[in-house]
């Protein structure tokens, strides 16, 4: 869906290319120039390489790629999204995620998989936002997804108001794997990722049942 006279989401300049939704000059002010880790994701001095925290720890996936922190003017492009019902907003980040995906090299995964909502929250929002984001990717890779490939299988309580521990504990078999996985190459869409204990659970089912790789796609990653 277009935005209204097809304008820029953040400059409200025209569009060149109205289906991007954000012109090229407000969309290279959304990308980090900030060196991470690849593995986590986290601001790390040496950019291409493993950080110190994942060589004496590592998470259980493989990659994780962020556009930017949770910062203006994404994170108000974020809130829109999942607070305001501005679904339309969906492909313009899901296309700034891809952008991210090449200029990291990643290789095309077998399949997506997004972060399921407790069934009442998804009531409450009117979609999930992660089904929003991986519909438009696989469309545009032609890679598989499923939106219930991960059932949420009980209620848990909100993550943001929870200590980095207590979120583990929280999340611990609160989701089932609902389709065969062994072999693939996926990838994790989420919105935003701050302590990394929604994606890990699932990461662990996946790889427990056979998937070959796990990455993480995120729009932010924060702590």
Same mark, same amino acid.
């Given at each position: 869906?277009?935005?209204? !006279? ?7 300049? &025209? ?33 291409? =390489? ?47 995620? =891809? =952008? ?6 990643? &290789? ?18 009117g979609f ?17 997804? !499923? &939106? ?11 993550? !943001? ?13 609160a989701f ?8 693939? !190459? ?27 790789s796990v ?9």
């Amino acid at each position: 869906m277009l935005t209204v !006279h097809s304008l820029c989401w953040l400059c409200q300049m &025209p569009l060149a290319i109205p289906h991007w939704g954000i012109c090229s000059r407000c969309s290279r002010t959304l990308f980090t120039t900030q060196p991470r880790c690849p593995q986590c994701g986290l601001p790390a001095a040496g950019g291409a =390489l493993v950080c110190g925290r994942c060589l004496r720890k590592s998470p259980p996936w493989n990659r994780l790629i962020a556009v930017n922190d949770y910062t203006p003017p994404l994170s108000g492009l974020i809130h829109q999204f999942k607070f305001n019902g501005k679904a339309e907003l969906a492909p313009v980040l899901a296309r700034l995620l =891809l =952008l991210k995906a090449r200029q990291s090299g990643l &290789p095309r995964p077998d399949s997506f998989v997004s972060v399921p909502l407790w069934q009442r929250r998804h009531w409450r929002r009117g979609f999930n936002q992660s089904d929003l984001l991986c519909r438009a990717l696989a469309g545009w890779l032609g890679c598989t997804w !499923h &939106p219930d490939a991960i059932k949420r299988v009980r209620k848990t309580a909100t993550q !943001h108001q929870l200590s980095a521990r207590l979120r583990a504990r929280n999340l611990k078999n609160a989701f089932r794997l609902e389709l065969p996985v062994k072999g693939l !190459h996926i990838v994790i869409v989420d919105d935003v990722v701050t302590t990394g204990s929604t994606v890990a659970e699932i990461s662990r089912l996946l790889l427990r049942n056979g998937a070959a790789s796990v990455q993480v796609w995120c729009l932010c990653r924060t702590l």
